[in-house]
């Protein structure tokens, strides 16, 4: 790199009310190690970071913690463990009032992922293993109320099998929206209701479907969605998984193991396009019934990336048991991961830092499948990665996790 020096004792900068601006350029574009100088520093484009130069440790970002953007990780996610008792209870230690609750049985198989939200309301549940539309106070239990520090479980009139059956073993990842939902109108051509959480990168959106192609839903999430999980909660129609790191008009289905394909064609698609306030759905009649099927309710939960809070991107796998490392700012507590480019064992794969049964240290492949509605496995080397203090590391050449080529999406949030 070129140097500059000013010879002088200091640089006075304090009648500027401006700001100081760094050089810039992507992670690609930093310079060589022969080329830096501890203390260097600069903006990178691709991570949204500031970093400095370490000398041994390389380029390290400034912003672990998520304080230049006013996030505290733990005041917008959070994991919570418990323990089933046969009946109702009152989770609380989630630290915040969530809007977003997704709960699984570890110990049992064949009960289902259940999903809550403070949009939909209190016994309404959703179940990402499966194109089910949506209950009211099933009869294996559901969520009551959300709390001012967590959420109230109901046993329903079946023991509350799926979300407290006595002496199982669960977890609930939740999240925080905005609370109570706002009616935004004139903004897309239908209507929405949006609980929003823009500096958190979070927003849950109910609409009624039209139809119609080219159909525009505000989502108010202060940026364009880089990741929108979506869900007719009135037809048996699978899960719509909206990936900015897949082709234009490609989809994911949240209740498959299936690799992304074109949802803009066929029957049951539904594809969108994004921008920084609308979801525009693609194609019309039966190609987008997954996303607005005519007289419908929809669901869709929108995330974009927050540096040092949330990270949202894609990455290719090296086919070794020792996989790339994948930056992304901050030591994960959560991560859910899937291969785009394969359909073969290909699961929504997710790990966290509070499941580890023996030792919280790494490595982690406690892991539970989005779309199968299997027990927690405890020994399944393929699902195997390192949380590292900068992001993630996957130590397996299986498909579900690090095959030689092929394209795995991944959500990921700070601890």
């Keep these: ?76 996610f959070n994991t919570v463990l418990y323990t089933g008792t046969g009946s109702g209870l009152s989770e609380n230690g989630v630290g915040f009032a969530p809007d977003f609750v997704w709960l699984k049985n570890r110990d049992s198989g064949s009960t289902n992922h259940h999903l809550f939200d403070s949009v939909r309301g209190v016994g309404k549940t959703l179940y990402s293993d499966g194109d089910f539309a949506e209950a009211t106070n099933p009869i294996d239990g559901y969520l009551s ?11 329903g009139t079946r023991n509350a099998n799926d979300v407290s059956n006595s002496g199982d073993k669960y977890v609930a990842w939740s999240w925080k929206a905005g609370g109570a939902a706002t009616t935004i109108s004139g903004v897309g051509t239908i209507n929405s209701d949006v609980s929003a959480n823009t500096a958190a990168g979070f927003s849950i959106v109910k609409y009624t479907g039209d139809g119609s192609a080219g159909t525009t839903i505000a989502h108010g999430l202060g940026g364009s969605p880089e990741i929108v999980f979506s869900k007719s909660l009135d037809s048996s129609y699978d899960w719509n998984v909206f990936s900015s790191s897949l082709s234009t008009n490609y989809m994911m289905k949240l209740n498959t193991d299936g690799a992304a394909f074109d949802g803009s064609a066929g029957t049951n698609g539904g594809a969108y396009t994004v921008s920084a306030t609308l979801l525009t759905v693609v194609g019309g009649g039966s190609t987008q019934n997954n996303n607005n099927a005519s007289g419908d309710d929809f669901i869709a939960y929108c995330w974009r990336s927050i540096p040092g ?31 785009v ?8 794969s997710i790990l966290d830092n509070k499941r580890n049964i023996t030792t919280p240290m790494n490595p982690r492949f406690e892991r539970l499948l989005a779309n199968l509605d299997n027990a927690e496995n405890t020994s ?11 992001g993630f590391q996957p130590l397996s050449n299986h498909n579900v996790t690090n095959a030689l080529g092929e394209t795995y999406i991944y959500m990921a949030f700070s601890e």
């Design 309 to 339: 809070y949330s990270k949202i991107g894609f990455y290719v796998g090296n086919g070794s048991t020792t996989g790339p490392e994948i930056y992304t700012g901050f030591k994960p507590a959560w991560l859910l991961r899937k291969n």
């Design 341 to 348: 480019t394969n359909s073969t064992d290909a699961h929504w």
């Design 1 to 76: 790199m070129a140097l500059t020096k000013i010879i002088t004792d200091s640089i006075d900068l304090s009648l500027d009310t401006t700001g100081l601006k760094m050089p810039k350029g992507t992670t690609a574009q930093r310079p060589a190690a022969v080329d830096s100088t501890i203390g260097e520093t600069r903006e990178n484009t691709t991570t949204g970071n500031m970093e400095i130069y370490t000398g041994a440790k390389g380029w390290r970002a400034l912003q672990q913690t998520g304080q230049d953007v006013g996030v505290v990780p733990t005041n917008n």
């Design 145 to 155: 109320a959300f709390d001012s520090d967590g959420f109230t479980l109901s046993a």
């Design 380 to 390: 399944d080397v393929n699902h195997k990665c390192d949380f590292n203090s900068t």
